[in-house]
């Protein structure tokens, strides 16, 4: 059996926005992008204009993980993407330190990026687009 669980980010209309930061800030690859206009045409329920550029649907890849990024429609309530926290964890400081930089830019610091007593390194950040990330580097045994 294989189970799987992976991050999906729901934005405001800006998610292409943040896949951007993502590709700089975590060197995301993305695989795979397709907004609302690009989806089959349905008669029964046709897209609405003010929606077809929003991305209905992406999947990058971060190092061995997948991330899901997509933006809700304006009928769906926002809410800010402090609900679920993403622990991004590495066995690098320089690393650690560079994503950390990377994600706090026009972001919010919660936990400045600091050694713990279970890291050597750890923080938290939420980002400019309201996602919060926790950063923690494996201590070296």
Do not use: W
């Not at 993502?22 to 690859?29: P, Q």
């Not at 429609?73 to 330190?97: K, L």
């Amino acid at each position: 059996m294989i189970l799987q669980m992976t991050p999906f980010i729901m934005l405001d209309g800006n998610a292409k926005e943040a896949i951007q930061f993502y590709e700089k800030a975590l060197h995301a690859k993305v695989l795979f992008t397709q907004t609302f206009g690009e989806a089959p045409i349905s008669s029964e329920s046709p897209v609405p204009e003010n929606i077809k550029e929003r991305l209905a649907h992406s999947v990058l890849k971060i190092g061995e993980a997948d991330l899901f990024v997509a933006d809700n429609t304006p009928d769906q309530p926002h809410q800010g993407g402090n609900a679920v926290y993403i622990c991004i964890t590495t066995n690098d400081m320089e690393e650690a330190h560079q994503l950390y930089d990377s994600l706090q830019q026009e972001g919010q610091v919660s936990f400045p990026l600091q050694e713990t007593h279970f890291s050597p390194a750890y923080g938290i950040v939420t980002d400019k687009f309201g996602v919060t990330f926790q950063i923690f580097t494996k201590k070296n045994e």
